[in-house]
């Protein structure tokens, strides 16, 4: 485990929150000069505590007003290799997340589409039709809570 202080996970929080702030006003929110703060930041990003920066889309915004989170457990397993699935159905511009899991399925996609009869439509010409594809269970999202995570 990295050593971290206390600085350092409020500067985490910050950054999970908006990863474009400035570190000019993030060091004026933590009582930091803006060349420690950089500092800080390098040093989290040298030890791989900060991975990189993402984009969130907002997706009902542009058109996408379904969310649906697809159990899928493939149908034969062994004939059909995990890496030629995962790389098919990350092919498709509506599966925003590919995840391998342990459990009654196999993988867990979160799925967007432009409404109902749109997700069925990706569903049932794209999705069902990779190799190997067996039991499939959808979960349409109703709401959602965004959380940071443990720091």
Wanted: glycine share 8%.
């Amino acid at each position: 485990m990295t050593e971290i202080d206390d600085i350092d996970r409020k500067l985490l929080r910050a950054l999970v929150q908006d990863a474009g702030q400035p570190a000019s006003l993030l060091g004026k929110r933590l009582g930091l000069s803006q060349p420690a703060t950089w500092r800080r930041i390098r040093r989290l990003r040298d030890l791989g505590v900060i991975e990189g920066q993402s984009l969130v889309l907002d997706a009902e915004k542009l058109g996408f007003g379904v969310t649906v989170f697809l159990g899928i457990k493939l149908a034969t397993k062994g004939r059909v290799s995990l890496d030629d699935f995962e790389r098919a159905v990350s092919a498709i511009r509506e599966v925003q997340t590919v995840e391998h899991v342990l459990g009654l399925y196999d993988y867990r996609l979160r799925v967007v589409a432009r409404d109902l009869a749109d997700f069925e439509r990706v569903l049932r010409r794209r999705i069902m039709t990779l190799p190997g594809v067996g039991d499939v269970e959808a979960n349409v999202l109703l709401s959602e809570e965004w959380r940071p995570g443990p720091i």
